[in-house]
């Protein structure tokens, strides 16, 4: 009866973990959508303030210029945000290259060594849980950056041309 009370306690453990991890999944699902809204934005600005840079002089170039600067080093850094990590090292059963680096039947075990034990399914959890959250911190304090780059380099440029 006990070993029933812990299987179960660890089934509820899992479950509560893995709410977690899918709202981290739609956090990083959100945070992608806004960087490829922010990169073809940023496209859009670029393409047209390109196309102006050649029909302008004074301080309208400057502006244009500017703009397309701007543009463009936003792009740069939302692809940052956009392309996956490569290099990760991890070895939590929970990573997609741990299943490749154990091997089918290595991997089983250790599967089977880790559901029988509670504190290891809760520590594999709390990595994946921890490191993610790592990760969509980064990714969205890069898009906001971005974003404010953008917005001001805009707001410069539209200022000058609307003062000229």
Not at 35 to 46: D, K, Q, Y
Not at 89 to 108: C, P, Q, W
Request: proline content about 1%; overall charge positive; cysteine-free.
């Amino acid at each position: 009866m006990a070993a029933r009370k812990i299987s179960v306690y660890a089934w509820e453990s899992a479950l509560y973990l893995e709410s977690i991890l899918a709202n981290l999944r739609n956090a990083n699902e959100i945070a992608d959508h806004r960087a490829n809204i922010l990169v073809v934005m940023s496209g859009l600005i670029l393409s047209f303030s390109i196309t102006q840079l050649r029909d302008v002089t004074g301080v309208d170039k400057t502006a244009f210029g500017l703009i397309s600067a701007v543009s463009f080093l936003t792009i740069f850094i939302t692809i940052g945000v956009i392309r996956p990590k490569i290099g990760h090292s991890k070895t939590n059963t929970m990573y997609h290259l741990a299943i490749v680096k154990f091997g089918r039947d290595a991997y089983e075990k250790e599967l089977l060594k880790t559901v029988k034990d509670v504190n290891l399914i809760v520590g594999e959890y709390a990595e994946e849980i921890y490191d993610f959250s790592l990760e969509l911190r980064a990714r969205f304090r890069m898009i906001r950056t971005a974003a404010d780059i953008l917005a001001a380099g805009l707001a410069v440029g539209l200022l000058l041309l609307i003062l000229t």
